[in-house]
């Protein structure tokens, strides 16, 4: 008795596996047609709206004077000596 009660347990498992599955098949399904649908109603606008231009603009000059700045060994150095003298007037000793 108790090996055909583990059959019917491993059917009931099973059948729950196969609802689980169909549901979820039925779901990604449902999931797919309103992408599909979304993507159809949505327009593409063949002409590109933007202008590429390979002129240096006075903002890219500012970047790149900045950026130079930034790498400037001196100051560099000069900004971890006054952060070590800070952190040490400020939790040394």
Do not use: C
Request: no cysteine; aromatic share 10%.
């Amino acid at each position: 008795m108790s090996g055909q009660f583990s059959i019917i347990e491993l059917l009931i498992v099973i059948e729950h596996l196969v609802i689980n599955v169909f549901i979820e098949i039925i779901l990604v399904t449902i999931l797919h047609i309103l992408i599909i649908s979304f993507v159809e109603d949505f327009t593409y606008d063949e002409t590109p709206s933007i202008q590429i231009s390979r002129e240096r603009t006075s903002t890219i000059e500012e970047f790149m004077q900045f950026h130079h700045r930034i790498r400037d060994k001196n100051a560099h150095i000069q900004l971890q000596n006054d952060l070590v003298e800070h952190l040490w007037q400020k939790f040394g000793g």
